[in-house]
């Protein structure tokens, strides 16, 4: 049974930080491209970041460049986002996903003084 489940969310600050992760099960974790999308209220779903199959490259959206940073642990099946600097538009639930052919169910990030 496939299964992505991220962790790591909660209530933070203006410029605090989080750290997420997405623990993989039921597939080949390191067969897979992995994504981070981020969908806020009353928006549609944004693309954050992406990390190939062995991390040899990463790509960021412009809204979060130079403040996150994905990365992943295929020997733990885990796919991470280090976030900083953190403003209140970062506030979303945050998703993980494997090329798009599976998804988690989300962890809520809220940013708010």
């Known amino acids: 049974q496939v299964q992505l489940m991220e962790s790591g969310g909660g209530f933070v600050q203006p410029g605090g930080s989080l750290r997420l992760s997405c623990a993989a099960s039921?597939?080949?974790?390191?067969?897979?491209?992995m994504l981070w999308y981020r969908q806020a209220p009353g928006k549609e779903r944004e693309w954050v970041a992406h990390i190939t199959q062995s991390s040899e490259y990463t790509y960021y959206a412009d809204s979060m460049r130079g403040r996150v940073t994905i990365s992943r642990d295929n020997a733990k099946n885990t796919l991470y986002l280090q976030m900083k600097s953190l403003k209140p538009e970062d506030t979303a639930i945050y998703y993980c996903t494997a090329n798009g052919d599976y998804w988690g169910q989300g962890t809520q990030v809220t940013v708010s003084s």
């Open positions: 039921g597939f080949t974790f390191s067969h897979y491209a």
